[in-house]
């Protein structure tokens, strides 16, 4: 059974071939242990590196941010998940994934971290990445953390 949500889908960015908020809406589901109110913003470089800056103090431009608010009221977990469009348009391009895989993938990182997953330590990253690769063959999507062709599409 999944958990009850409320999902904003917020797109800001110029990029072409964003998700849709039904593919968004799916991933998010499927990720969700608890019951939520979640917004997701899709955003383009500049906006990404302002928050990196302003919320982390780090000048580089992520692929994803999450900003987890705890139980906003009894039960219901509160948050925010930020997708860099060109970020994630570039890495699934140097990583030969559809570009649609890949956004599946970073939702589904931001929303796990929502709830209080973390890649800090080996041990915390090895359980996170896990339940990202469970959560993705839903879908149909390879595991992310296997190895990935290089531009000559060889398998690193």
């Given at each position: 059974m999944n958990p009850e949500f409320s999902l904003s889908v917020q797109f800001a960015s110029e990029t072409d071939n964003l998700p849709s908020r039904a593919q968004v809406r799916r991933w998010v589901a499927a990720a969700l242990e608890h019951a939520?109110?979640?917004?997701?913003?899709?955003?383009?470089?500049?906006e990404a590196q302002a928050l990196n800056q302003d919320?982390?103090?780090?000048?580089?431009?992520?692929?994803?941010?999450?900003?987890?608010?705890?139980?906003?009221?009894?039960?219901?977990?509160?948050?925010?998940?930020?997708?860099?469009?060109?970020?994630?348009?570039?890495?699934?391009?140097?990583?030969?994934?559809?570009?649609?895989?890949?956004?599946?993938?970073?939702?589904?990182?931001?929303?796990?971290?929502?709830?209080?997953?973390?890649?800090?330590?080996?041990?915390?990253?090895?359980i996170m990445e896990s339940r990202e690769a469970v959560i993705l063959r839903r879908f149909r999507i390879p595991n992310p953390y296997l190895s990935f062709p290089d531009e000559n599409g060889v398998r690193q």
């Open positions: 939520a109110e979640i917004t997701v913003r899709i955003v383009d470089a500049e919320y982390r103090h780090k000048g580089y431009v992520p692929n994803v941010l999450t900003f987890e608010y705890g139980e906003i009221s009894p039960g219901i977990l509160g948050g925010d998940v930020v997708i860099c469009a060109p970020v994630v348009e570039r890495e699934a391009r140097e990583q030969g994934k559809p570009l649609k895989d890949h956004y599946a993938h970073m939702t589904v990182h931001g929303v796990l971290h929502l709830q209080g997953y973390d890649h800090i330590d080996p041990a915390d990253a090895d």
